[in-house]
């Protein structure tokens, strides 16, 4: 059992490295917050997320496969080895696109049927996610200046900024693992209960974010756009409130996506027309590719194993 589960040990170190590090990029690239502090906090709020309310989105991911402990493992494999390409190249990307496109891809090449009201279900989310991020940064950036222009004193916003930070981070990062522990295990919680599912899950975001995270971490914190401390205080205040919205869906989307739709947001509502494009275009371009990519990986190494011998139905 264990030799099957090291896979998602991997996916969700992978994840923890590339998505996990969106909760606290803007503040940290900022020097608002210490990277040290940062992936300590986000390491625990992650795993309380996870065991706490991680079980809805492991419901989800169960509907788009019910295959071998051997199936799983090369799902949640490729899907691990497509999101290690796109930390190697500093875009982050989405986790859950590259668990179904996985999925998908192994259950085309298996004659298995796939969901298709889950995955339009998914897709949609996936769609929503940016869109709710922009919405909640644009609404955030207008209605909390009303209260922080009232502050007079510079020190005094300034700290309240990084109290709001931390507790918004720690927040987001509940979040996240409460949304995202479903792709690292989900596949695996017929086998090994849900419960256990959601506590492995989320220990293994967290290893990744208290290891190797600091890459992505400055890419989505520096290079999409300039933010201030107050913008990026609402960033992580909206990223988070989008990602546990879907949460409690029961739907895993990308806090990659959210993120950037808050900077997008809440930039234009604070007057900043200068977003970097060409990263924005270089994260949409990613996401289309990660389910694609990760579904033709899984094809291959099916394709593969059939060819050692293995039998693979």
Do not use: H
């Not at 923890?16 to 940290?28: E, Y």
């Not at 930390?87 to 004659?111: C, D, E, F, M, R």
């Amino acid at each position: 059992m264990l030799y099957y589960i090291i896979p998602a040990l991997i996916f969700g170190w992978s994840l923890g490295t590339n998505s996990a590090a969106n909760v606290f990029g803007p503040p940290v690239a900022s020097k608002m917050i210490k990277y040290q502090y940062a992936v300590l906090l986000s390491a625990v709020f992650i795993v309380l997320g996870a065991f706490l309310q991680g079980q809805n989105g492991i419901e989800t991911i169960r509907r788009f496969s019910s295959n071998s402990l051997l199936i799983s493992s090369i799902s949640v494999l490729s899907a691990a080895f497509t999101l290690m390409i796109m930390t190697y190249l500093k875009v982050p990307v989405s986790s859950s696109q590259a668990i179904i496109g996985s999925i998908i891809g192994i259950n085309l090449i298996t004659n298995q049927s796939v969901e298709w009201t889950a995955l339009i279900k998914v897709v949609s989310a996936w769609v929503a996610t940016p869109l709710g991020g922009a919405f909640f940064g644009f609404i955030s950036y207008k209605l909390f200046a009303i209260f922080i222009r009232k502050i007079k004193s510079i020190v005094l916003r300034g700290r309240i900024l990084k109290l709001l930070t931390i507790i918004f981070g720690c927040y987001g990062a509940y979040a996240l693992g409460a949304n995202n522990v479903a792709n690292i295990t989900g596949v695996f919680a017929d086998d090994i209960g849900i419960t256990n599912a959601t506590l492995i899950g989320g220990i293994a975001i967290a290893s990744g974010v208290l290891t190797f995270s600091k890459r992505i971490m400055l890419s989505v914190g520096k290079d999409i756009a300039a933010l201030d401390y107050f913008t990026s205080t609402i960033v992580v205040f909206s990223q988070s409130i989008t990602v546990w919205i879907f949460a409690l869906i029961g739907v895993p989307v990308s806090i990659s996506q959210a993120v950037l739709g808050a900077i997008i947001g809440s930039s234009l509502a604070a007057g900043n027309a200068e977003i970097n494009r060409k990263q924005v275009t270089k994260m949409i371009v990613a996401w289309v590719n990660t389910p694609v990519s990760a579904g033709f990986l899984a094809i291959a190494m099916v394709f593969c194993l059939r060819l050692m011998g293995f039998s693979i139905q």
